[in-house]
């Protein structure tokens, strides 16, 4: 995430949110930066970071970490729902079908495709692991997502 993004957000939740802000513990002494709160919680949704693991990099107890995250997904949903989280309306698609017009893809408005690619070499204990039901055979998932603004990869 690019920094000017994060740092909206991050800026946008402690407007709006007491959870979001800096504060004084029993002592007197500052406790966690909004951007220690944030960054706790986009790491556990963007890399599957356990919350326990946040306290070596971060100095974040587990259970402050799972809370930074409950909040930080409540907030976010709160903020943007009406700006982002919607679906697209007419002028949007249309938008996006000029986009791929003009990328030589007329009538995309984004693509997500997966393909099921044998393992030969699959250890025995994962066999039944990677084996799907209707191909019989081990096999690893490849996926490529397309839109107007990225291209990503997979596996």
């Avoid at 599957?48 to 259970?63: F, R, V, W």
């Avoid at 408005?109 to 081990?138: M, N, Y």
Wanted: charge should be positive; aromatic fraction near 8%.
């Amino acid at each position: 995430m690019r920094r000017p993004l994060f740092l909206r957000i991050v800026n946008a939740l402690g407007d709006w949110s007491p959870h979001f802000t800096t504060r004084k513990d029993a002592l007197n002494r500052e406790g966690l930066s909004p951007l220690q709160k944030c960054t706790a919680a986009i790491r556990q949704l963007a890399y599957g970071t356990p919350a326990d693991s946040l306290d070596e990099y971060l100095k974040i107890s587990k259970t402050t970490a799972i809370d930074c995250l409950k909040n930080f997904v409540q907030r976010v949903i709160d903020t943007y729902d009406v700006e982002y989280l919607r679906s697209p309306n007419t002028e949007d698609t249309k938008c996006l079908l000029r986009i791929g017009e003009g990328c030589g893809f007329p009538g995309m408005l984004g693509s997500l495709d997966c393909k099921h690619r044998r393992w030969e070499k699959c250890p025995i204990a994962w066999k039944g692991q990677f084996t799907p039901g209707d191909k019989g055979w081990p096999s690893l998932i490849l996926e490529a997502v397309a839109s107007q603004d990225s291209l990503h990869h997979s596996s």
